[in-house]
């Protein structure tokens, strides 16, 4: 894979990381300060400091949704083709109150 198309993969990955560790941290932090208090019920992308609840950033299109009370998914479509076929990465991140589950397809 040529190295613009490593940095293209790495830029949206690590934008997806970082969306996914502020989550759980807001998950865990009580509600009284500003937090989930336990709960993913409400969440969206704007919680994270997006604009918007789904968000384009120059690494990408940002979308969240609630998946239960303890789950939520990110997923990240990158702004780069990186095989030529006409279709962007996207991975999707899975964090629940314990665990992250990444999914990463390039089509």
Do not use: H, W
Request: no cysteine; aromatic share 6%; charged share 15%.
């Amino acid at each position: 894979m040529p190295l613009f198309r490593v940095r293209a993969t790495l830029r949206t990955n690590s934008a997806l990381f970082k969306s996914r560790a502020q989550a759980q941290a807001r998950y865990r932090r009580p509600a009284l300060m500003g937090g989930g208090g336990q709960n993913f019920t409400g969440f969206d992308l704007t919680d994270l400091g997006f604009a918007a609840a789904s968000d384009t950033t120059n690494d990408g299109v940002f979308t969240s949704a609630v998946v239960g009370p303890t789950s939520i998914t990110i997923t990240g479509t990158g702004t780069e083709d990186l095989n030529g076929d006409g279709t962007p990465l996207v991975v999707t991140v899975t964090a629940s109150n314990s665990s992250t589950t990444i999914t990463s397809v390039v089509k």
